[in-house]
C-alpha cells in the first residue's frame, strides 16, 4: 500500500519561504507522476505542480509559477516543494499525491493516493 506523509508546513510571514516534503513508501514509484495540490477554507482542491518521477519533468500552476520549485530525491523517496515570495493566498492545506499511470495530470481526481495534508498559513 502507498503512503505518502507531507511535512514542512507552519505559519509564516507573507514574502517569506517553506520547503514541504512528502516521503512516499510502499511502491516502486519509477513510472508514477507525484503531485503537490492545496486547498484553501470553502474552496476546491486546486492543483499547484507535479514531477515526473523517473523523467523528472515538472509543471505547475500559473499562480505559483516562478515562486514554487518541485523536486525530487529518488534515493530518499522523497518529493519536495520549494515555497517563495509566499503570499496570504497561498494561505491552504497542501496534499502530496501519486498517480500510478505516470504522464502529466492536473485534475485531483486522476490521482490514487493523497498524504494527509500539512498546513501553510501566510501571514500579511
Known amino acids: 500500500q502507498v503512503q505518502l506523509v507531507e511535512s514542512g508546513g507552519g505559519l509564516v510571514q507573507a514574502g517569506g519561504s517553506l520547503r514541504l516534503s512528502c516521503v512516499a513508501s510502499?511502491?516502486?514509484?519509477?513510472?508514477?507522476?507525484m503531485a503537490w495540490f492545496r486547498q484553501a477554507p470553502e474552496k476546491e482542491r486546486e492543483f499547484v505542480s507535479f514531477?515526473?518521477?523517473?523523467?523528472?519533468?515538472?509543471y505547475y500552476a500559473d499562480s505559483v509559477k516562478g515562486r514554487f520549485t518541485i523536486s525530487r530525491d529518488i534515493a530518499k523517496n522523497t518529493v519536495f516543494l520549494q515555497m517563495n515570495s509566499l503570499q496570504p493566498e497561498d494561505t491552504a492545506v497542501y496534499y502530496c499525491?501519486?498517480?500510478?499511470?505516470?504522464?502529466?495530470?492536473?485534475?485531483?481526481?486522476?490521482?490514487?493516493?493523497w498524504g494527509q495534508g500539512t498546513q501553510v498559513t501566510v501571514s500579511s
Open positions: 499525491a501519486a498517480r500510478s499511470l505516470g504522464g502529466g495530470a492536473t485534475w485531483a481526481a486522476s490521482y490514487e493516493y
Open positions: 510502499g511502491r516502486t514509484f519509477r513510472t508514477y507522476t
Open positions: 514531477i515526473n518521477w523517473s523523467g523528472g519533468g515538472t
